[in-house]
């Protein structure tokens, strides 16, 4: 069979090898007999059990994936108007494009304040409790900053850079206040973070050196160097940190609907994770060059300590298996680069390192399902 | 949007209508319950993540013996490949499934690599061909569905590759509808694959197609500088691809909306037909067009939200790379883009009421 072994020895296995307990803790609720006939699921059951012609053909009308008239007037009203609209609205913006340099500044600062002022009015016309309506004062934050930047393009007034960012997030804080929305507190936190890179970069600390070479090689390139500065990425760390924990306070204290989401803090945290197992790594590699290059102790004692307080906070007081994946994932990267600084060396020392890696992942996945199970049992 | 049938209840009344066995419907219970009990996302990709990197460690020292004796890379870059197949078809888990698909793809660049050295890089067309050998043969092999879809893509992509080589230019515009004629008659004839045992080829099999049409079809819209002054042509003659498509979306959109149309409605048949014509004739520059419109519509009649969205999303990368590449002003774009938006409102108008001629159109099922 092209399958390998049969469908029943590939389920059994399946059931021997444990890999069936593991559950998506705290995710969709769904229990085994809710596991829905999606097109997936349907293609899925059909190979596995090699269902006959008239078998399938049945399975896909009893699952209702057959078009009828009222799908079909659905999809072609749908699509053609979407494709429609889009279509006339990047031919406006392509028309806009061509004529930008002939028109004045006043047109110009009408249009984009005229952008940002038609977002809020449909905004709080929907309400800021529907999806409509949030997603047009999110893009009435994102035009904040497009405005921000032609203002600083138009009057050059030799300000810094980190001025944008640091005006941008003040003048979206109320909104962000009122908002009752996690997309916006997400841009207010990456606006503060590039705040405050580019004020460390440009006016307290500024690279020297071939360090200035980074900012040639793009936004992003120059970004991942930053974290090279272990003192910057601790200030980054501690911004991060800051946000995590005002927001878990919060919803733990008022526990407001909108707050139940989990993906802000995930984010946050991440991001808190990312800006001490970075440097922690470089540290370990740039040290071997016996240059000190802005690097400390201080990452290192940082990532110890939030590793141990994210495993145990989210472990014993409140279970999130994606942060707790984070954390891990964070822990095998700074294990495993410890291993290659001080192990690889010949053929053999790769295939240690292998097994040292497998042994990790295992041991990680395995402490994840236990935790999982536990969640379960919890619910 | 329709409630989604549970899919033990799915399994219940296929035994119940004595379409399966009771052992086939126990063994549908149990895999339910795999579904069920899945890992989340991240944790798969944390282990993925590992397993690669793990693999391809194994895959260094295991290379560090081939190093003394030429060519040897073709023995091991093989032994890895056939390792890898062993290693799927062995075991399940996560880890072991990544690590198996790492294991792959490296041997199989060993095996390319190896092939290159023994022809001292001098015959890209035997490496080429080499490399998707290999492919074809693990495509049956190495039975996982992301692996068989990245063999079809290595199979595809080398093929074309080959067409530029052997300077068979004139090809080019009939592989893409080819690849998308391929999706259409795969998904009409699906229940046969199940049937036959061969269900676990069929879904890569068409994610493949439709992966390798949209690239052929992206060549269409690749924009060489003026500057560069260069005579090779990616893609000549990109309106045969557009008759070809045109046919193929003449065809899926007829049979799909066969159940709509009365059968002594010749007004709304020739309104439909004509309408599908216009369009054709409207994308003879850019037969992307058709082609994501014939994906979509795929999608559309299967209830497969995820071909259907993967047409609406090549539509706008087409479009998006179509309109960049052209030499025209931004005022003749932004007409183009215009006017034919509004043609398409104008369609969607006419479409409607010829396909749901009645004022309640929700209300026709």
Same mark, same amino acid.
């Given at each position: ?77 749908? #699509? ?46 929907? @309400? ?53 929305? !996690? ?77 139940? @989401?989990?993906? /802000? ?5 991440? *991001? ?78 790769? *295939? ?19 935790? !999982? ?7 | ?47 993925? /993540? ?12 295991? !290379? ?44 199989? *660049?060993? #095996? ?19 490399? *998707? ?66 269900? @676990? ?159 309640? @159109?929700?209300?026709?099922?």
């Amino acid at each position: 069979m092209p399958g390998g072994l049969s469908s029943r020895d590939r389920i059994n296995s399946r059931i021997r090898s444990g890999d069936n307990v593991l559950q998506r803790a705290g995710e969709a609720n769904l229990s085994e007999s809710e596991v829905p006939a999606s097109h997936a699921n349907v293609q899925q059951l059909a190979a596995e059990l090699g269902l006959s012609r008239a078998a399938y053909r049945r399975a896909v009308e009893l699952a209702g994936f057959t078009a009828d008239r009222a799908d079909w007037r659905r999809y072609i009203d749908y #699509f053609l108007m979407a494709a429609g609209v889009l279509l006339i609205v990047a031919g406006v913006a392509a028309f806009f494009a061509w004529n930008w340099a002939d028109l004045g500044r006043v047109q110009k600062f009408a249009l984009i304040q005229g952008g940002v002022l038609l977002a809020v009015l449909v905004a709080c016309r929907r @309400g800021l409790d529907t999806i409509p309506g949030r997603a047009t004062l999110l893009a009435a934050g994102g035009l904040v900053g497009v405005l921000l930047a032609y203002f600083g393009q138009t009057y050059q007034t030799g300000a810094d850079p980190y001025g944008l960012f640091l005006g941008w997030a003040i003048l979206i804080l109320p909104w962000a206040l009122v908002g009752r929305q !996690a997309g916006l507190w997400m841009l207010l936190l990456a606006l503060a973070n590039l705040a405050f890179v580019m004020y460390w970069t440009q006016v307290l600390n500024p690279p020297a050196g071939w360090w200035e070479l980074a900012t040639l090689l793009g936004p992003l390139v120059w970004l991942g160097f930053t974290v090279m500065d272990s003192e910057l990425a601790s200030c980054l760390f501690a911004i991060n940190v800051l946000a995590l924990l005002a927001w878990e306070l919060l919803a733990a204290w008022r526990r407001p609907t909108w707050m139940r @989401g989990r993906w /802000f803090p995930r984010a946050a945290a991440a *991001l808190a994770l990312a800006t001490v197992v970075a440097p922690t790594i470089a540290i370990i590699f740039v040290a071997s060059l016996g240059e000190r290059l802005y690097m400390s102790l201080l990452s290192p004692a940082l990532f110890v300590v939030t590793t141990t307080a994210c495993l145990w906070h989210y472990r014993r007081r409140h279970i999130d298996l994606p942060i707790l994946t984070c954390c891990l994932t964070g822990g095998i990267l700074v294990l495993t680069s410890l291993a290659v600084r001080y192990v690889l060396g010949d053929a053999l020392t790769m *295939l240690l390192l292998a097994l040292f890696l497998v042994g990790q992942v295992a041991a990680a996945s395995w402490w994840l399902r236990g935790v !999982a199970r536990d969640a379960e049992a919890l619910r | 949007m329709k409630e989604r049938l549970p899919l033990q209840a799915l399994i219940g009344a296929l035994a119940a209508e004595q379409l399966i066995d009771g052992a086939a419907a126990d063994r549908g219970r149990e895999l339910t319950g795999q579904m069920y009990a899945i890992q989340p996302w991240y944790v798969r990709t944390m282990v993925g /993540f590992g397993a690669w990197l793990a693999s391809l460690l194994l895959v260094g020292f295991i !290379a560090s013996f081939g190093f003394a004796v030429e060519g040897s890379h073709v023995v091991i870059g093989l032994a890895l490949a056939a390792g890898s197949v062993f290693l799927r078809r062995r075991y399940e888990t996560d880890f072991y499934v990544q690590s198996a698909l790492a294991v792959s793809l490296a041997g199989q *660049l060993m #095996f390319a690599l190896g092939v290159a050295e023994l022809l001292d890089w001098d015959q890209p067309e035997a490496i080429v061909l080499a490399m *998707l050998s290999l492919a074809a043969l693990m495509f049956v092999a190495f039975p996982d569905r992301i692996h068989r879809v990245l063999m079809v893509l290595i199979v595809s992509g080398s093929f074309v590759v080959l067409v530029y080589l052997w300077k068979f230019n004139w090809l080019v515009p009939v592989l893409g509808p080819f690849f998308a004629a391929a999706l259409v008659v795969l998904q009409s004839t699906q229940g046969s694959w199940y049937e036959a045992d061969r269900g @676990g080829l069929v879904r890569p099999l068409q994610s493949g197609l439709m992966l390798s049409s949209f690239g052929c079809l992206l060549l269409s819209a690749v924009y060489i500088l003026p500057e560069l002054h260069l005579r090779f042509v990616f893609y000549p003659r990109p309106w045969i691809s557009t008759l070809l498509l045109g046919a193929l979306l003449l065809y899926v959109a007829g049979d799909a909306w066969r159940s709509l149309l009365a059968a002594d409605s010749k007004t709304g048949r020739i309104t439909v037909y004509a309408l599908l014509v216009g369009i054709a004739a409207a994308a003879w520059a850019a037969p992307g067009i058709l082609l994501a419109l014939v994906v979509a519509l795929l999608g559309a009649r299967s209830g497969n939200h995820v071909l259907a969205g993967a047409g609406v999303v090549f539509l706008a990368v087409f479009l998006a790379a179509f309109f960049y590449g052209i030499e025209t002003t931004l005022l003749v774009k932004s007409m183009t883009l215009v006017a034919t938006g509004i043609v398409i409102l104008v369609a969607r108008w006419l479409m409607l009421r010829s396909l749901f001629p009645s004022s309640g @159109g929700l209300h026709d099922a």
